[in-house]
């Protein structure tokens, strides 16, 4: 077929091409509209680990690097039990751990020291607090539990929060515009 062909069929099918293309615009804007908002809120951690009291050269290069090999496991403990259900508790959410661990994101860029949570949900105001919330157990469980020298003492870890989640003023989907 020649290029002549194509637009001699276009000129007799027009009106069935604008029908279906009317059609498939006023499906997708009527699903745009009719889809629940999904909503994400992030928080952002930073881990740091001391060496010992003494703060020399090696001690901080040593305490930030076994910091960034910490932090990829500490991304594995954000949606475990020991964390969720502290906040499912304290927040009296009507889920599981299970439910909410399928809404958390925890990464962690490779060579860094920040873990960002993030949680998706139906509220944009609910899924700041429970981002918070979650930064705030998982804190407490890695210093508190996990890293609680055995001799006791203070932990040698420690995590600051600085990015704490706010309620996003977008719909993170559908997204329609």
């Known amino acids: 077929m020649q290029l002549s062909d194509y637009i001699r069929i276009i000129r007799r099918r027009w009106l069935t091409i604008v029908v279906f293309t009317l059609v498939g615009l006023l499906a997708a804007g009527t699903y745009a509209l009719l889809a629940p908002k999904s909503y994400v809120s992030s928080t952002r951690l930073f881990v740091n680990v001391q060496s010992s009291e003494s703060n020399s050269a ?5 305490g ?27 927040l009296h959410l009507d889920t599981s751990v299970q ?14 020291v920040i873990i960002t949570i993030a949680v998706s949900g139906e509220s944009a105001a609910e899924t700041a607090t429970i981002a918070n ?5 998982f804190s407490t469980i890695v210093v508190d539990s996990l890293e609680s ?4 003492g203070p932990s040698l870890v420690k995590i600051v929060t600085v990015e704490p989640a706010i309620p996003a003023t977008m719909p993170a989907s559908p997204r329609t515009g």
Do not use: C, F, H, W
């Not at 439910?99 to 060579?111: D, E, H």
């Open 58 to 62: 090696v001690d901080i290069v040593q």
């Open 133 to 137: 919330a979650i930064g705030k157990s």
């Open 149 to 152: 020298p055995a001799s006791g």
């Open 99 to 112: 439910q909410l661990a399928s809404r958390v994101t925890a990464t962690a860029q490779v060579n860094s």
């Open 64 to 90: 930030s690097s076994a910091a960034q090999q910490k932090v990829r496991s500490y991304a594995d403990v954000v949606t475990s039990a020991g964390v969720l259900e502290p906040v499912i508790k304290d």
